[in-house]
């Protein structure tokens, strides 16, 4: 059973970066080149949301939650079994736990712990 493990989030102020990865582990290691990938979040007391998603094909199409085009940038290295999320001019809203997985999530493939970030001044 494949696992994520999520990294790079912490306290940042507003207008900062950061620099998500995300690293699969388990039996599994070849995830990252055979479904398509998306990093989520979720705040206190919201759902879980996309935010940023990227295709298997060789094209790597990606696509954006509204509120984060042009701030983030999702990217994948499929030979490292590794995904990145570019994370620029954050703003308070951005704040939540950070978690990736395969786009359309599954039950064989459960969430990670993700990864803290909090934008605050």
């Known amino acids: 059973q494949v696992q994520f493990v999520e990294s790079g989030g912490g306290l940042v102020q507003p207008g900062g970066s950061l620099r998500l990865s995300c690293a699969a582990s388990?039996?599994?290691?070849?995830?990252?080149?055979?479904?398509?990938m998306a990093w989520y979040r979720q705040a206190p007391g919201k759902q879980r949301e996309l935010v940023a998603g990227?295709?298997?094909?060789?094209?790597?199409?990606?696509y954006y939650l509204d509120s984060v085009k042009g701030r983030y940038t999702i990217s994948r290295d499929n030979a490292k079994n590794m995904m990145y999320l570019q994370m620029t001019n954050l703003q308070r809203e951005d704040t939540a736990v950070y978690y990736c997985?395969?786009?359309?999530?599954?039950?064989?493939?459960?969430w990670g712990q993700g990864n803290q970030v909090t934008v605050s001044s």
């Open positions: 388990g039996t599994s290691t070849t995830v990252f080149s055979i479904f398509g």
């Open positions: 997985n395969t786009d359309p999530p599954s039950q064989a493939r459960p």
């Open positions: 990227i295709s298997n094909g060789n094209s790597g199409n990606t």
